[in-house]
């Protein structure tokens, strides 16, 4: 059975958190599968974006990563697992 985890990571203030956001997704990047960042476009930049990642690794590498994300002010991480059945 295969088991994958996906974290969502809601950011307020983007302009100003990303760097900070960067920095532990740097920390845990052997743990980051693959990483997909969204924001609204248009006349005006959005300041609130939400990235999702696939991350890999035990449950407490992925509880350390969401964490440390938590841990932000402005910043919100929630992770979800699903498992195929074999």
Known sequence: ???YNI???LI???SNKAPNV???L???GCSIRMRLGLHETGNVCSEEGLVLLQV???KEEVC?????LNAMEGV???TMSISSEE
């Open 76 to 78: 919100k991480a929630k």
């Open 64 to 68: 350390s990563l969401e964490n440390d």
């Open 7 to 9: 974290m969502a990571v």
């Open 22 to 24: 960067q920095e532990v």
């Open 26 to 28: 740097t920390k845990h």
């Open 1 to 3: 059975m295969t088991e």
């Open 12 to 14: 307020n203030h983007r």
């Open 56 to 58: 890999t690794g035990s």
